[in-house]
């Protein structure tokens, strides 16, 4: 598959303070790429460079195929871009609103706009100004897909919407962008989940790993390890068990490399033959809070 | 082109109110602005209404323009990452199109409507004011709409640009005090140069890059380096500017030095004492080699003198700015100056070599017009389009036999005040609202005409002077 977007060594420093640090990332056509990480791992950063907001200090990305720093009028008729962050023409009506930038899209469906608004249903005539943050996103979002971007860009799209709103903007999301790839940076994890193909973990501005969902849950697995007796943790822990705990006669930790044989056979070999081993999968939000946790310990 | 027309038309209904506004104002000039003949001899309330409007006009129109230009700017603002604009397919060529538009549209086009209206209904031709409103617009544009744009496109929100604007307003009106008003035109021509470029090269980086840090250095840098020079621009290369860029003429003028004829006996002052009183030397340069009917004025004088002993005394230059009319230069140029006591002494003991540049502008006077009472406005050259008419005032002194005459000539656009000897100017016009300036004359007369004459720059000189032998004790008054 052709990456739509790519980075390559791509850093972003403000002042002294480093934000993104050699980030590699990079988004097959046809995914739906969530981009996680904690508050200040450089998500919105990383999105408004890709969409030439900022520009790098170091590197660069690549998207639609071009330098970030040259996405034009062409580039940008074939992206849609939604943010929490953005300002919108809160003077305008909605209706306007869609008459307004009909005419910057050669690829602009009316019919899919005036679908877009019915299946949001959001009120035509109302000034975005009046309308609740919920409702202000979705007109974005069909703003954005009305022209069938060949790629979606959402900035925390999720944040501050109630669990209706949430789940309404991520039915259409899914009905209305069958052909669009989609970068989503979200610390919103069980809606990334629901509809994310591939997952990047950044941390601290760069990208711990960046893998299809389906193999990260391959991946990682809760391993909750029962012994005779009171345990007391290995001298030579496996790097890749993150969180280890113990209580009474029980060693839980988060196997970050799962493969069902190889962890047994580790178990036994640390904790002897007597030791029962329960394996459980685990969601995607489990996965970040070991991870993130991981790390602040690391720093 | 079409991306830019949509762009404006969405400027025009988002701001509709502020441009109603605006543009109401300008109906408000307009009206007011159309000025009766002899107007002072009328006693009208309308006149008074006419006056507030007009006064108010000159700020409020300007202000009204930065404000919905800053507002137009502002709309798809160029400062900061969260417009919505920015991912969408804008062309920046288009924005800054549709901009300029707006400036067009809501700026230019109602004012220059205004303004010729104004110069047909008050009784002046049209055609040949429009180089002069052309040039009007210029100015205007440079001096009100780039930096209001060029301030809103560096800022992100209107209270930016009004707390900008608090600091920066009062700062531009000191900084316009500064240079000769006899030659207004050199520190104002910097002034717009500057302004254009300091607001171009912003407009031209936001538009283009949009790096606001680096557009916010060149306006800062800008404007203090303008108001730098503004204030530290040499006088005699301003007048070496007006002597090069005005008319010109063969000289032969020729300065003298003539001593002051003294009090034949100068009283004893009992309470001061001699040498403790303020000593002057008083040196007069006469001007010679001038035909009949030229004079002229003298706009600054710098002396050098050099005793045998080689000791050098050069004092400052002497600028003088507020000598205007014809009455004030015609004999010469006097200046006083005061050696210091240290080389008084020396200067004193024995004849001194005195050199002098005088700056002068030499004046011709006009042909008599003869503006005969109670006809129709009529064109003449060099005053306008004048009238005539015999007017009582109440409360007139009236000299038995004569009758009390008033002229009014009006002109459009001028770069004068029409005074005489008015400043010097290049230009087809200095910045202004409104289009039209008025010159009155009263005049107690036996025929029914009124005669008028004028002083017109004719060139602007440096005349030398050098004398090896000066005795300074001819020109001590204190001796």
Known sequence: ?299 | MRQAVHIFLKDSRQLRVPIAISLAWTVVFAGTGVLPWFMEFRNDAWDQIQYVGQRLSTYVIPIGWALIVSLAVQTDALAGDRQFWLTRPYSRGSLALAKAMFVVAYVTLPMTLAQGTLVVLNDLPLSPSLIGLAFEHVLLTIVFVMPAAALAAMTGSMAQVALSLIVLVPAAMLVSDVGDPLMHWVWGTVATLGLGMVGGTVLLVQFRHRTTAQSRLIGLAGSLALASVLVALPWKTAFALQSRVGPTRNESLRASLVPLAKPAVRPPNQLIDRRLMDRRLHFRFAIAGLPADEYVQCQGVEVSVEATDGTRWQPALRVFPSYTGPSTGTEGCLVQLQPAESIRESLESRPVHVRASIYVTRLIRTQESRIEVGKAPKHFANLGVCAARELNQPNQIRVPGETLLHAECRRSFPASLMADADPYSPFPATLALHPVRIKRWSVSSTAPVVATQRLLENSFLRVDFNAPEVNLADFDFTK
């Open chain 1, 1 to 299: 598959m052709t990456p739509i977007v790519r980075t390559e060594n791509l850093g972003k420093r403000f002042g002294r303070t480093t934000v993104l640090d050699d980030l590699e990332l990079s988004v097959e056509e046809g995914s739906v790429y969530g981009l996680v990480g904690a508050n200040g791992a450089g998500k919105t950063t990383t999105v408004k460079v890709l969409m030439n907001i900022l520009e790098p200090s170091s590197g660069r990305a690549l998207v639609l195929g071009e330098d970030s720093r040259r996405l034009g009028p062409a580039h940008f008729q074939q992206i849609g871009y939604v943010s929490e962050n953005q300002d919108m023409p809160t003077w305008m009506t909605i209706d306007y609103f869609m008459a307004y930038l009909k005419p910057f899209y050669p690829t602009w469906d009316d019919g899919r706009a005036r679908e877009l608004l019915t299946q949001f249903e959001l009120p035509r005539d109302r000034k975005l100004k009046h309308l609740s943050r919920g409702m202000r996103m979705k007109a974005a979002l069909a703003s954005s897909l009305a022209y069938r971007p060949k790629l979606l860009v959402l900035d925390e799209p999720f944040s501050g919407l109630d669990p209706l709103m949430r789940d309404e903007f991520i039915e259409g999301l899914v009905e209305t962008a069958e052909d669009t790839t989609m970068l989503i940076s979200s610390h919103d994890l069980a809606e990334i989940e629901s509809f994310a193909t591939h997952i990047g973990f950044l941390n601290q501005g760069r990208l711990r790993f960046s893998q299809s969902l389906s193999a990260l849950s391959d991946r990682f697995r809760e391993v909750e390890v029962t012994l005779d007796a009171a345990p007391g943790l290995p001298a030579q822990w496996p790097a890749e068990w993150l969180r280890p705990e113990t209580s009474a006669r029980v060693v839980r930790f988060v196997d970050s490399e799962f493969d069902h044989s190889r962890t047994i056979a580790r178990v036994r070999r640390l904790f002897g033959d007597t030791a029962r081993v329960d394996v459980t999968p685990m969601s995607l939000r489990s996965i970040f809070v070991a991870l993130a946790r991981e790390s602040r310990k690391a720093a």
